[in-house]
């Protein structure tokens, strides 16, 4: 057997150089290729040839005709590459003029862009430290956010980078190369200069190169073509396209007009479905017609994005569908049993009859009947041996002590037995009388303290006043209540003073019966007399202060008037005023006893005692208890069942998302028949949801999940609705279990629902082709149908009453009492109703997530009419711009569902006077947070024409559903 080497042997050097050819096509043009899946396909081709014909020549060395099987095989190898590239080839996803673009292309300047962003966010942080808390790391950073807002590359306002956008972007940068426009590498230097502040070195941009996987050549080139697709822009677009380009005055006066022109108007509303017709249905050619021409826009929006009121819409936004288990209130109500006459009166006597605990806290009031007024002694208090002395002679009356509560008062008049020689001098006391008389109360009953501890020093009346500033806090507090009593006690009796001596001395002795009552046989009076004098005449100090200060005689004159409430008193003893014992044990104390007993505090310093307000428990008390343990019992069994049907149904989600590979797995369908057979043996309530948008789930009377309430730490308020939670969960993401609540209010106060729900299907946004894609899509089509059948019908009848107000003077109530609707006999009535002032827009308020600071000024946006609830920007056109006082236009709703017929009644201004006052409050308020808002919806309205007249000029066209976004991940 021959060597498979002897064909090599005898044929060596024409192997040899084949072999060698082979190995430079490998190397050098192979070698260029990183990855074989991006071979160009001509190489492929080549290749394939060069393979094919090598193969064939060494077949045909052997028969003596290699250069025959040679080109055979090329061309068999040229067939096959040319097969694999027809094979291969990647449709188009965007057709235009000039050139269109796959699939691979597309994504490939998706990615571009991402990197260009990418780049100019990194790059504007460099050189910041990271973690750094300091206040000029953190002022580096915001300055940085500020350069990457300004400087990242897109042509809408989020700066999302969509398919749409990303060929806006190629769109401009063939328009630029038309024109000539070129970015050299020193402008793409300036640029990176610029957007990191200059502090971008040459290892810190190798750095993000390598993060970015990109060479340093492509980062460049990528750059360049970002750059210039945005200068491009700038010069296509109309100057005020740009954010940093300020608005005319006229501009703002607009605005300002718009917000502050007031009208009011009458107005009638013409349904157009008043005048459809149910015996006239389309046919099926007819919807899908009308489908074909506007299922590319939503409802009232361009295909482009731009609004435009009245156009019909079918694009179809996403749908979910979902499944939840619900606790329903009164279901659960009647399962937890009958309340009983027991456990009511056992409420009722919690609620209603508690028993207040009589004994007082410490330092509290004490009771009128109380026997004495404790006090917390104080420095100036702990005397034993004379607090025990007047304990004696409490006990010798003892039916005064058990009556009155000044005793304590009185008890401390004994001491001053002993210094009543020292006393004697009490003239210069009662010349300062009227020094007490100008200080407040509390100072002026501090003297009662003194003059019980002057005595133990045995000194001069200047220890006196240090003793009533250190019992002036609590002292005064029991004689002040006893003293207020009797003088308004008095006031009452007899408002006529007696006649009183003028001596000092005399005025001390007709004092000291107000006080002693209780110390009948103590000889002790004056002093006593003295100390309850002056609390007296502390009472109508604050009638006259500035008298008593000026005058020595006025002095003497508000003495009388202190000594008056003991003369008021001795009427009922006026046997002897001059005698001390005989007031004490007279009749007075036996009157001021009782009365003291009735308002120890004084007529003006207490209301009036009060009055029982416990309700009888009759039958609607009991009623309302019943409800009360009712609800409580459900509210709990509630809590109970949700949290174990919680607990059930999200032990079968983490049993679906183990995989089919687990031998645990649960599918959903599964899922859904053991949560069925859950609800029934739990009183529970399971639903399934149609497809819906989240806006029908927000709005649905027959579907409440989408009104709940789910607990979220990230929302501001601690809350936000279940609508709000699936709009921030991903989207494809099923069987993802959470608990919500809906709160419901009835007659006998607030209920609770309580939810487990998750979704179990989602449905993309698109475009439907037919008009049976789904249900809804037929539903909404033929809807529209009617209405523009009927829309004409409308208008009609509007202008026909329209021109029926013009040729009447008449209000229009009165005009239009007799017509109708539809102006058959059978229809309805119309309604006029009175819109009240209104303006073409208004501000309302933001709510502020912060309670100390004020609320922000909302959003502009147009004003809510009543009566015309639904209207839009061509009914405001008309009624501000088109119409004056005393014109009637016609005007309809945003949809064209409806046509009004309105009449305006006043605007304001109305005359050259009051416009130049409004002109004048306009040049004050000066620019407006209402003006930007305004001012940036009327540059977005610009720059969207321009894009879109450039798309068309170009005749750029999306295939194959390419409208899609890209996500950093992704890229």
Same mark, same amino acid.
């Given at each position: 057997?021959?060597?498979?080497?002897?064909?090599?042997?005898?044929?060596?050097?024409?192997?040899?150089?084949?072999?060698?050819?082979?190995?430079?096509?490998?190397?050098?043009?192979?070698?260029?290729?990183?990855?074989?899946?991006?071979?160009?396909?001509?190489?492929?081709?080549?290749?394939?040839?060069?393979?094919?014909?090598?193969?064939?020549?060494?077949?045909?060395?052997?028969?003596?005709?290699?250069?025959?099987?040679?080109?055979?095989?090329?061309?068999?190898?040229?067939?096959?590459?040319?097969?694999?590239?027809?094979?291969?080839?990647?449709?188009?996803?965007?057709?235009?003029?000039?050139?269109?673009?796959?699939?691979?292309?597309?994504?490939?300047?998706?990615?571009?862009?991402?990197?260009?962003?990418?780049?100019?966010?990194?790059?504007?942080?460099?050189?910041?430290?990271?973690?750094?808390?300091?206040?000029?790391?953190?002022?580096?950073?915001?300055?940085?956010?500020?350069?990457?807002?300004?400087?990242?590359?897109?042509?809408?306002?989020?700066?999302?980078?969509?398919?749409?956008?990303?060929?806006?972007?190629?769109?401009?940068?063939?328009?630029?190369?038309?024109?000539?426009?070129?970015?050299?590498?020193?402008?793409?230097?300036?640029?990176?200069?610029?957007?990191?502040?200059?502090?971008?070195?040459?290892?810190?941009?190798?750095?993000?190169?390598?993060?970015?996987?990109?060479?340093?050549?492509?980062?460049?080139?990528?750059?360049?073509?970002?750059?210039? !697709?945005?200068?491009?822009?700038?010069?296509?677009?109309?100057?005020?396209?740009?954010?940093?380009?300020?608005?005319?005055?006229?501009?703002?006066?607009?605005?300002?007009?718009?917000?502050?022109?007031?009208?009011?108007?009458?107005?009638?509303?013409?349904?157009?479905?008043?005048?459809? !017709?149910?015996?006239?249905?389309?046919?099926?050619?007819?919807?899908?017609?009308?489908?074909?021409?506007?299922?590319?826009?939503?409802?009232?929006?361009?295909?482009?994005?731009?609004?435009?009121?009245?156009?019909?819409?079918?694009?179809?936004?996403?749908?979910?569908?979902?499944?939840?288990?619900?606790?329903?209130?009164?279901?659960?109500?009647?399962?937890?049993?009958?309340?009983?006459?027991?456990?009511?009166?056992?409420?009722?006597?919690?609620?209603?009859?508690?028993?207040?605990?009589?004994?007082?806290?410490?330092?509290?009031?004490?009771?009128?009947?109380?026997?004495?007024?404790?006090?917390?002694?104080?420095?100036?208090?702990?005397?034993?041996?004379?607090?025990?002395?007047?304990?004696?002679?409490?006990?010798?009356?003892?039916?005064?002590?058990?009556?009155?509560?000044?005793?304590?008062?009185?008890?401390?008049?004994?001491?001053?037995?002993?210094?009543?020689?020292?006393?004697?001098?009490?003239?210069?006391?009662?010349?300062?009388?009227?020094?007490?008389?100008?200080?407040?109360?509390?100072?002026?009953?501090?003297?009662?303290?003194?003059?019980?501890?002057?005595?133990?020093?045995?000194?001069?009346?200047?220890?006196?006043?240090?003793?009533?500033?250190?019992?002036?806090? =609590?002292?005064?507090?029991?004689?002040?209540?006893?003293?207020?009593?009797?003088?308004?006690?008095?006031?009452?009796?007899?408002?006529?003073?007696?006649?009183?001596?003028?001596?000092?001395?005399?005025?001390?002795?007709?004092?000291?019966?107000?006080?002693?009552?209780?110390?009948?046989?103590?000889?002790?009076?004056?002093?006593?007399?003295?100390?309850?004098?002056?609390?007296?005449?502390?009472?109508?100090?604050?009638?006259?202060?500035?008298? %008593?200060?000026?005058?020595?005689?006025?002095?003497?004159?508000?003495?009388?008037?202190?000594?008056?409430?003991?003369?008021?008193?001795?009427?009922?003893?006026?046997?002897?005023?001059?005698?001390?014992?005989?007031?004490?044990?007279?009749?007075?104390?036996?009157?001021?006893?009782?009365?003291?007993?009735?308002?120890?505090?004084?007529?003006?310093?207490?209301?009036?005692?009060?009055? !029982?307000?416990?309700?009888?428990?009759?039958?609607?008390?009991?009623?309302?208890?019943?409800?009360?343990?009712?609800?409580?019992?459900?509210?709990?069994?509630?809590?109970?069942?949700?949290?174990?049907?919680?607990?059930? =149904?999200?032990?079968?989600?983490?049993?679906?998302?183990?995989?089919?590979?687990?031998?645990?797995?649960?599918?959903?369908?599964?899922?859904?028949?053991?949560?069925?057979?859950?609800?029934?043996?739990?009183?529970?309530?399971?639903?399934?949801?149609?497809?819906?948008?989240?806006?029908?789930?927000?709005?649905?009377?027959?579907?409440?999940?989408?009104?709940?309430?789910?607990?979220?730490?990230?929302?501001?308020?601690?809350?936000?609705?279940?609508?709000?939670?699936?709009?921030?969960?991903?989207?494809?993401?099923?069987?993802?279990?959470?608990?919500?609540?809906?709160?419901?209010?009835?007659?006998?106060?607030?209920?609770?629902?309580?939810?487990?729900?998750?979704?179990?299907?989602?449905?993309?946004?698109?475009?439907?082709?037919?008009?049976?894609?789904?249900?809804?899509?037929?539903?909404?089509?033929?809807?529209?149908?009617?209405?523009?059948?009927?829309?004409?019908?409308?208008?009609?009848?509007?202008?026909?009453?329209?021109?029926?107000?013009?040729?009447?003077?008449?209000?229009?109530? %009165?005009?239009?009492?007799?017509?109708?609707?539809?102006?058959?006999?059978?229809?309805?009535?119309?309604?006029?109703?009175?819109?009240?002032?209104?303006?073409?827009?208004?501000?309302?308020?933001?709510?502020?997530?912060?309670?100390?600071?004020?609320?922000?000024?909302?959003?502009?946006?147009?004003?809510?009419?009543?009566?015309?609830?639904?209207?839009?920007?061509?009914?405001?056109?008309? =009624?501000?711009?088109?119409?004056?006082?005393?014109?009637?236009?016609?005007?309809?709703?945003?949809?064209?569902?409806?046509?009004?017929?309105?009449?305006?009644?006043?605007?304001?201004?109305?005359?050259?006077?009051?416009?130049?006052?409004?002109?004048?409050?306009?040049?004050?308020?000066?620019?407006?947070?209402?003006?930007?808002?305004?001012?940036?919806?009327?540059?977005?309205?610009?720059?969207?024409?321009?894009?879109?007249?450039?798309?068309?000029?170009?005749?750029?066209?999306?295939?194959?559903?390419?409208?899609?976004?890209?996500?950093?991940?992704?890229?």
């Amino acid at each position: 057997m021959s060597s498979p080497f002897s064909l090599f042997r005898r044929h060596q050097r024409v192997l040899m150089v084949v072999t060698t050819g082979l190995a430079m096509i490998s190397f050098v043009l192979l070698g260029a290729i990183q990855d074989p899946r991006d071979m160009p396909m001509p190489l492929v081709v080549v290749f394939l040839a060069a393979i094919m014909g090598g193969i064939f020549w060494l077949a045909g060395l052997s028969r003596g005709k290699g250069a025959d099987w040679g080109l055979t095989g090329v061309v068999i190898g040229v067939a096959l590459g040319l097969a694999m590239i027809w094979a291969g080839r990647e449709p188009n996803a965007v057709t235009m003029e000039g050139g269109d673009l796959k699939s691979s292309e597309l994504n490939e300047l998706m990615q571009n862009r991402q990197i260009a962003n990418n780049f100019v966010q990194m790059a504007a942080r460099a050189g910041i430290p990271e973690n750094d808390e300091s206040e000029a790391a953190q002022q580096a950073l915001t300055e940085a956010g500020q350069r990457i807002q300004q400087n990242l590359f897109g042509f809408n306002r989020e700066r999302e980078i969509t398919s749409e956008d990303v060929v806006l972007g190629e769109v401009l940068r063939r328009e630029a190369t038309e024109m000539g426009m070129s970015i050299s590498d020193d402008v793409v230097k300036k640029f990176i200069t610029k957007i990191s502040g200059g502090k971008l070195t040459g290892p810190e941009f190798s750095k993000i190169r390598r993060t970015l996987r990109v060479s340093e050549t492509s980062l460049i080139e990528i750059l360049r073509e970002e750059i210039l !697709s945005q200068e491009a822009a700038r010069l296509l677009s109309d100057p005020i396209l740009s954010s940093q380009t300020p608005l005319t005055p006229q501009n703002d006066w607009n605005f300002f007009q718009k917000l502050q022109v007031k009208q009011t108007a009458e107005l009638v509303s013409i349904p157009v479905s008043s005048f459809e !017709s149910d015996s006239v249905e389309p046919t099926d050619e007819e919807l899908q017609a009308l489908l074909n021409q506007y299922n590319k826009n939503l409802p009232g929006f361009t295909p482009e994005g731009r609004p435009e009121e009245g156009r019909p819409g079918f694009y179809q936004m996403p749908k979910m569908e979902l499944a939840y288990l619900e606790a329903v209130f009164d279901d659960i109500k009647a399962t937890v049993g009958e309340v009983t006459d027991e456990e009511i009166q056992k409420r009722y006597e919690d609620e209603y009859l508690r028993e207040v605990p009589e004994a007082a806290p410490a330092g509290d009031m004490p009771s009128p009947g109380s026997s004495a007024i404790p006090a917390p002694a104080l420095p100036a208090r702990p005397q034993t041996p004379e607090a025990a002395a007047p304990a004696k002679s409490t006990e010798d009356s003892p039916s005064e002590k058990s009556e009155e509560k000044p005793a304590p008062v009185k008890e401390e008049a004994p001491p001053k037995e002993e210094p009543k020689k020292e006393t004697t001098p009490e003239e210069p006391k009662s010349e300062a009388a009227p020094k007490e008389e100008t200080k407040p109360e509390p100072a002026k009953e501090a003297p009662e303290a003194p003059k019980e501890e002057a005595p133990k020093e045995e000194t001069t009346s200047e220890p006196a006043d240090d003793e009533k500033s250190q019992s002036s806090i =609590v002292t005064p507090l029991g004689k002040l209540q006893f003293v207020s009593l009797q003088d308004d006690e008095k006031k009452s009796e007899d408002p006529a003073p007696a006649e009183t001596p003028e001596d000092p001395a005399k005025e001390t002795e007709a004092k000291a019966p107000e006080a002693p009552a209780k110390e009948a046989p103590s000889p002790e009076a004056p002093a006593a007399k003295e100390a309850d004098a002056k609390p007296a005449k502390s009472l109508e100090a604050p009638a006259k202060p500035k008298a %008593d200060a000026e005058q020595p005689a006025e002095t003497k004159k508000a003495e009388e008037k202190k000594a008056e409430p003991a003369k008021e008193e001795k009427p009922k003893a006026e046997d002897s005023p001059a005698e001390e014992k005989k007031p004490e044990a007279g009749d007075k104390p036996a009157e001021a006893k009782p009365e003291m007993k009735a308002n120890p505090l004084g007529d003006d310093d207490l209301p009036p005692a009060p009055e !029982s307000n416990v309700p009888a428990l009759d039958d609607t008390l009991k009623a309302e208890l019943r409800e009360d343990i009712l609800r409580e019992r459900t509210h709990a069994k509630i809590t109970t069942l949700m949290d174990d049907a919680y607990a059930f =149904v999200r032990d079968l989600s983490g049993k679906y998302r183990l995989g089919k590979i687990d031998e645990n797995y649960v599918s959903l369908e599964e899922a859904t028949k053991q949560i069925k057979k859950y609800a029934e043996e739990n009183n529970l309530e399971f639903i399934e949801t149609p497809f819906l948008t989240l806006n029908e789930l927000r709005t649905s009377e027959d579907y409440p999940i989408g009104s709940a309430f789910v607990q979220s730490f990230a929302a501001s308020r601690g809350l936000q609705t279940v609508v709000e939670q699936l709009q921030q969960s991903i989207p494809t993401m099923l069987f993802n279990v959470n608990q919500a609540r809906r709160f419901n209010f009835g007659d006998f106060g607030a209920s609770e629902s309580r939810f487990v729900y998750w979704k179990t299907g989602f449905k993309e946004a698109y475009s439907p082709e037919t008009i049976d894609d789904e249900p809804s899509v037929r539903e909404q089509v033929t809807k529209v149908w009617k209405q523009q059948q009927a829309g004409p019908a409308a208008l009609k009848r509007a202008e026909a009453l329209q021109k029926l107000l013009l040729k009447s003077d008449k209000p229009m109530a %009165d005009a239009l009492a007799d017509e109708t609707v539809t102006g058959d006999p059978d229809s309805l009535f119309l309604t006029v109703r009175e819109t009240g002032e209104f303006t073409m827009l208004t501000e309302g308020a933001a709510q502020s997530t912060n309670p100390f600071q004020p609320q922000q000024p909302g959003m502009p946006r147009y004003s809510n009419i009543p009566g015309a609830e639904d209207v839009g920007e061509r009914f405001f056109n008309k =009624v501000f711009e088109d119409m004056n006082v005393g014109d009637v236009g016609v005007a309809p709703n945003s949809d064209g569902s409806a046509y009004y017929l309105v009449r305006i009644k006043s605007r304001t201004p109305d005359s050259p006077e009051e416009v130049n006052e409004l002109r004048a409050d306009f040049l004050n308020q000066g620019q407006q947070f209402a003006y930007l808002f305004l001012g940036e919806q009327l540059r977005n309205e610009y720059a969207s024409n321009w894009a879109r007249d450039l798309m068309k000029k170009y005749d750029v066209q999306f295939l194959a559903n390419q409208r899609d976004s890209v996500s950093p991940e992704e890229s």
